[in-house]
């Protein structure tokens, strides 16, 4: 009976730390893909400020207009 008891405890403790380690996986992914969203949002950033400035440049120079 106490070795029965002994292999269902330890199973129970491998299980916990199945599970515990699958959390820490779970919360490392989602870490990540935050990260990953918010860089993509300042690239998304950024393309829109080089269009925009890209857009002025032509203007400028369409008017013949100084860099300053």
């Known amino acids: 009976v106490q070795a029965a008891r002994a292999r269902a405890s330890e199973a129970v403790a491998r299980y916990r730390g199945a599970v515990l380690s699958a959390f820490g996986e779970a919360e490392s992914a989602l870490a990540a893909a935050e990260a990953r969203k918010n860089q993509r949002q300042a690239l998304e950033r950024l393309v829109k400020v080089n269009a925009d400035t890209a857009v002025i ?12």
Do not use: G, K
């Not at 440049?57 to 300053?68: C, K, S």
């Open 57 to 68: 440049a032509r203007v400028r120079y369409r008017r013949a207009l100084p860099d300053f």
